[in-house]
Structure formats: structure tokens, C-alpha cells
């Protein structure tokens, strides 16, 4: 009996135990570790920010997932992994064993520093999973704005989460608060936004954000909190009520203490098969992941690893060799823009209209339902 290990409840894992809830096998025994019975799919979060959905509408039910699979779920999160004993302690204090590991536990964000004592409320992006806790806090604390007004919110990161983001939140602070005057700003390091699509697409999200009130400052790199804004790399100061971080993606810190291979942002290296470099019987994937040559953080890299890697992790588990992964070499992005439309980008072509959004919407409905029990409403 081989014992698979599953940290972490992401996209590439939920194809994981689907593939075995297909096609059991009786000599392994899967446990699963994650902080939450649920799963946030990050394709829906936007949907989610301007209020188009509920919270749960954006979830997996893991632990039913599990139970079709025949995995045991512990709820806590790893807080050490030892490749030597072949061990991962939990928060909980539990040790677990293994013969066989995969890590797909997302990414975290390295967060701004802060001088002063007058800081503006942060939300930051990621870590995903407690994201609905800080979202929240933000909502309460709008909430309790005095009459009229004005407030800024500005956006650290000018990449598609950035942009999505911004747009998606101011939405929904305007609809919720439609007597303050919502002033939105962008900060993006790079001379363009979404330096990595197309010029049509850039134009596109350019335009959506120029209609949603929003100032872009490129080339503009946000590097602290300070009394009333966001300090720049320049030395400018930009003037915040909120500020949404975005940007500078980093693996979790308990990954560091471990003997896994890591890049200079803390994510995990892995070969071809999504096997560790240099570790037989552990894999990663998704944006906890390094991959050569490096793929973007985005949510589509994970779920097109699912497939493969649940492949892979029934060959490890019975010694057979292992094949490699093949990143897409074009990948379609969807990006809503926060008043019923969206962004569809593909290299250099790019539309936008709401039918765009509604496509999203029936993409990411679909997501969520393959993975949930058919009675869920």
C-alpha cells in the first residue's frame, strides 16, 4: 500500500481526486490536507468582488470530492515538510507520512511595508484562501464611512489580477456606497499594462478602465504604506484611503525551511514531469510551482497540470516512469472588467462586450460544477 500525499486543495488537485473517484485504486491510499472543506476557484473571484455571485458560488465542496475519491481530508495547513523521513507536520501538530507527495498550495504575496501611523486599509490579494476573511473587513469598514465624500482606492500591480481586481472591487464598493465619490487608481511597474498580451488586448483594458474613472500610472512601482497612500520606488507618495495589493507573487514561507529546490521567488522547481527537481516522489504544481522555461501566475497553468500530474502521481505510486508535461503554447484569458463585461485575450487578439462576460461566467459555472456533487444548488 503506497500512501499519496496531497497538500494543498488547488485547481491541479481537484483533477487529482477526480481522476481516482474514476478510477480507484486499491493500492493507494490518498490523504489530503487543506485549511478549508472548501476551495475558492480563482477564475470566479472576480464575479465574486463585484457582487455577481455568492462566495459559495466560487467554491469546491473538497471534502465531498474527497469522499468520492476515497481520500481522508485533515483540515490544517503544513507548516514543515521533511524530504528526508518523507514527513509534513501540520498546524494541528499531527505528523503525516508518505510515500508519494504533491504540493499545490497556490502562492502568497510579499506585502508592502508600512511607516507611519496613519496607513490606509490593505487588502491584499493572496493568499486566496483567506481572502473572503479580509474582503469582509474592508465591507464592514466602508460601511461605516460618514455621508459623502471621497475616497481613493488605488491598485498596486498593473498585470490582469491587478487590473480585474480594481475594476471588479470598485464596482462593487460604488454599488454599495453610492454617495461616496469612489476615485480609482492603477499603479503598474511596467511601461504598459498587461505587458505580457497583445496590443489589442492592453487596449481593451486600457479603455475599461479609462470608462471606469480609473488613472493608470505606468512605470510606477509601489513599494510601501505610509501616512495617507502609497510610497513609489521614485520617491512619490500617492495619495490612498485603500490600498489593493496585487503584485509580487512569492511562495509560502514554511517552504523555505525545507530541502525543496527553490526559486529566487520561493517556488518549488520541478522537471518536466512536475516531479521536484532532485526529490523522486514529490511533485508540484500550479503557482506554487517553478516551471523551465517560467510560466505566468495564472489559474488556467493549474488546471491544464490537473490531467498530468494525477497521471504521473499514480505512476510514482506503482514505480513506473514518468512522462512530461507540455505547457500550452497559447493560453486564452478571460478578464472581467467589473460593470458586466469582459476582456477576452489570446496573444494579440483581443475582444470585449458583455457576451464576453457571460462566456466567462458559463466557463467558470462549469469548472465549479464538474468537481461539486450534482445535488449542490
Not at 176 to 192: K, T
Request: net charge neutral; with cysteine.
Amino acid at each position: 500500500m503506497q500512501h499519496l500525499l496531497l497538500v494543498g486543495a488547488g485547481h491541479a488537485h481537484a483533477f487529482v481526486l477526480e481522476a481516482f473517484a474514476r478510477r480507484p485504486d486499491a493500492n493507494i491510499a490518498i490523504t489530503v490536507v487543506s485549511d478549508s472543506h472548501l476551495a475558492a476557484y480563482s477564475g470566479s473571484v472576480p464575479a465574486w468582488l463585484a457582487g455577481e455571485c455568492t462566495l459559495r458560488d466560487t467554491q469546491i465542496d473538497v471534502a465531498a470530492l474527497c469522499q468520492r475519491a476515497g481520500a481522508v481530508l485533515i483540515q490544517s495547513s503544513a507548516i514543515s515538510l521533511d524530504t528526508t523521513a518523507r514527513h509534513v507536520t501540520l498546524a494541528n501538530g499531527d505528523t503525516l507520512s508518505f510515500d508519494v507527495a504533491s504540493l499545490n498550495v497556490g502562492s502568497t504575496l510579499m506585502l508592502p511595508k508600512r511607516h507611519g501611523a496613519n496607513l490606509p486599509h490593505l487588502l491584499a490579494m493572496r493568499p486566496l484562501s483567506s481572502l473572503h476573511h479580509r474582503w469582509q473587513a474592508l465591507l464592514d469598514d466602508v460601511e461605516q464611512l460618514p455621508q459623502g465624500g471621497s475616497q481613493r482606492l488605488v491598485s498596486v500591480g498593473g498585470g490582469a489580477a491587478g487590473c480585474e481586481t480594481l475594476l471588479s472591487v470598485l464596482a462593487q464598493l460604488r454599488y454599495q456606497r453610492p454617495d461616496i465619490n469612489w476615485q480609482g487608481h492603477l499603479l503598474s511597474a511596467s511601461a504598459s499594462l498587461l505587458p505580457e498580451a497583445g496590443y489589442l488586448p492592453r487596449r481593451l483594458i486600457a479603455r475599461a478602465l479609462t470608462r471606469a474613472g480609473i488613472r493608470v500610472h505606468l512605470q510606477t512601482r509601489g513599494v510601501a504604506l505610509v501616512n495617507g497612500g502609497v510610497s513609489t520606488q521614485g520617491g512619490e507618495c500617492i495619495s490612498a484611503d485603500t490600498v489593493l495589493w496585487a503584485t509580487g507573487a512569492v511562495g509560502h514561507g514554511w517552504l523555505s525551511d525545507s530541502q525543496l529546490p527553490l526559486d529566487a521567488q520561493g517556488f518549488v522547481q520541478v522537471e518536466k514531469t512536475l516531479e521536484v527537481i532532485g526529490q523522486p516522489g514529490i511533485f508540484a504544481a500550479g503557482d506554487c510551482a517553478a516551471f523551465d522555461p517560467p510560466l505566468p501566475n495564472a489559474g488556467v497553468y493549474a488546471v491544464r497540470m490537473g490531467p498530468h500530474l494525477a497521471d504521473n502521481l499514480r505512476r510514482a505510486c506503482h514505480g513506473e516512469p514518468l512522462t512530461d508535461w507540455q505547457p500550452p503554447k497559447r493560453v486564452l484569458a478571460l478578464i472581467g472588467t467589473g460593470n458586466g463585461r469582459a476582456v477576452a485575450s489570446r496573444d494579440a487578439f483581443g475582444v470585449s462586450g458583455k457576451w464576453v462576460w457571460q462566456w466567462k461566467r458559463r466557463i467558470d459555472g462549469r469548472f465549479i460544477a464538474r468537481f461539486n456533487p450534482p445535488f449542490e444548488d
